[in-house]
């Protein structure tokens, strides 16, 4: 079993759509959460960062963690053609030597 | 967020040269810095973590005498592929921690002819 596990897609919804994306994971040591944006030919964007289980809402994203699952989603609301992107979920240890493990990635398609 | 330039954004060279990749932190000091490859279409894959001023730790299958990385300061590091091949061609991005946050660079692309 991979330790980070993410639908690779692609996620085709119309524009104005809400948008879920989820990652499952195995290694219950994981503590941050992080989720990035990356387009084509560029390197990935942070998006959202959480600390431990709950939820955090910045503009049209909100993240959410339940660590008791071991499942972690972020939604888009109102999504845009703009969206049109890959989303990483990542995920790190306690530890400040902790690196990212990162899911293969979501192809999300926005249609306008 | 924080910022992450990485020069140059891409790089044509010629089978047996080598080439650096530099990698800043604009507006925050990074202790740790990360270098990743990606292959089309996969996601990213770990080459090695740097420290300032300390030695890097490469991940396994990660030949440290062919990527030679170099953090000089808090806000700076190189990666070098040296003797560069055709099979090194690759998107390499950078990635700088500030805090419990890690912030990546817009990458770099490598083609070797």
């Known amino acids: 079993q991979k330790e980070v596990e993410q639908d690779p897609g692609p996620l085709s919804v119309p524009e104005g759509a809400i948008v879920s994306l989820n990652c499952t994971y195995s290694?219950?040591?994981?503590?941050?959460f992080m989720w990035y944006r990356q387009y084509s030919r560029k390197g990935p964007e942070l998006l959202m960062y959480t600390y431990s289980s709950g939820n955090k809402e910045d503009g049209r994203f909100t993240a959410q963690v339940d660590k008791s699952s071991k499942y972690i989603s972020l939604f888009i609301r109102d999504s845009q053609p703009s969206d049109s992107a890959t989303y990483l979920c990542a995920m790190r240890g306690n530890s400040g030597y902790s690196t990212l493990t990162f899911g293969k990635g979501t192809m999300l398609l926005v249609s306008p | 967020g924080a910022v992450v330039s990485q020069h140059p954004s891409w790089v044509i060279c010629k089978s047996g040269t080598s080439v650096k990749i530099e990698c800043r932190s604009l507006?925050?000091?990074?202790?740790?810095m990360f270098w990743y490859r990606q292959f089309p279409k996969q996601s990213l894959m770990l080459m090695a973590t740097s420290n300032e001023g300390s030695k890097a730790t490469y991940e396994q299958g990660v030949e440290k005498d062919k990527f030679l990385i170099n953090h000089a300061s808090l806000t700076l590091s190189t990666l070098t592929v040296t003797s560069a091949h055709p099979e090194d061609s690759s998107f390499y991005i950078c990635s700088a921690k500030g805090g419990a946050e890690q912030f990546f660079g817009p990458g770099t692309r490598l083609t070797v002819l």
């Open positions: 507006d925050f000091q990074a202790t740790t």
């Open positions: 290694n219950s040591a994981f503590q941050y």
